[in-house]
């Protein structure tokens, strides 16, 4: 099974190392292509002053490093200019038109914001857990099961709008609920949910993300979006692709064992590999995934 991972950051927003040293990486890995998708900056549309988004002033910089090294690593690596585009409601999304100008082969989709119900600038919702527990009490009053769902409401507004080719961490809402502190994920609103969203992306046409990016970090003990919601995918006959997500090169691919045991166990047995604009590969999913898998766990 050949891997890649489409879902990566460089030190042009919050990762931690450069384009040529993830090339670097991946090549000496056995991926069979990489692909870049930095966060979208967000000061301009939205008024979001952040630390963690391309600025502005930096995107250029960063379309060009990233075109520069597909053309080093031609005929080697196959190398992909994507950006990771948030969905903030009637500031900014993937469907914007601009993005459309920019030559980008993908786009993922994402959501990290949302809004407080009184008013006021949405907050992350992946942010350091105290962070995110002293926005649920004073944005929501305590009552994490409203933030959960404006959380989901905010991701089908953004499939709806549509614009972008993979959907980012779907279940990014679960990264700060350990213990179920705030919400259940075993509650009838929370599985009537999983199960209206699989059916809108089993009609989108967008490719699920299976991200390894939470376990890396050591936010989370499995995948983003988990097991029952892959189930749920699968039976909507949904493709789902094996990312990182990426922050440093060592972690290009961390954990894609537990991401194909993941899948295998929701009964997917392809996976999909991207091999341009709009052109995805299906590739089977191995037995024994730790030994077909370029990694550990």
Request: hydrophobic residues 35%; proline residues 5%.
């Amino acid at each position: 099974m050949r891997f890649s991972s489409l879902h990566v950051h460089t030190v042009f927003c919050d990762g931690e190392d450069e384009i040529e040293t993830y090339c670097r990486a991946a090549w000496e890995g056995g991926f069979a292509s990489l692909g870049f998708s930095a966060h979208a900056p967000v000061q301009a549309k939205t008024g979001i002053v952040s630390d963690w988004h391309v600025r502005e002033d930096r995107l250029a910089d960063y379309l060009d490093g990233v075109r520069q090294a597909a053309l080093r690593w031609a005929g080697k690596l196959p190398v992909y200019l994507g950006l990771e585009v948030d969905y903030i409601p009637d500031r900014m999304g993937p469907a914007d038109p601009d993005y459309r100008d920019m030559g980008l082969d993908y786009i993922i989709g994402s959501v990290h914001y949302v809004f407080p119900p009184a008013g006021g600038e949405p907050f992350t919702v992946d942010g350091p857990a105290d962070e995110f527990d002293r926005d649920v009490c004073s944005h929501f009053g305590g009552d994490g099961e409203a933030l959960m769902e404006t959380y989901w409401e905010t991701v089908e507004k953004m499939i709806r709008a549509g614009g972008f080719d993979i959907l980012g961490h779907l279940d990014l809402i679960k990264k700060n609920n350990r213990e179920e502190k705030w919400f259940s994920r075993t509650s009838e609103a929370y599985r009537r949910t999983e199960r209206s969203l699989a059916a809108l992306m089993a009609r989108s046409g967008i490719v699920a993300e299976v991200n390894t990016g939470g376990i890396n970090r050591g936010r989370t003990t499995e995948t983003y979006p988990s097991r029952e919601i892959l189930t749920l995918l699968r039976e909507g006959h949904v493709p789902a692709v094996i990312t990182a997500d990426a922050h440093r090169a060592p972690d290009l691919s961390g954990h894609y064992g537990t991401a194909c045991r993941t899948l295998l166990e929701a009964g997917y047995t392809h996976a999909v590999l991207f091999e341009g604009k709009g052109k995805w590969a299906e590739e089977k999913l191995g037995e024994e995934p730790p030994g077909t898998c370029p990694v550990s766990g």
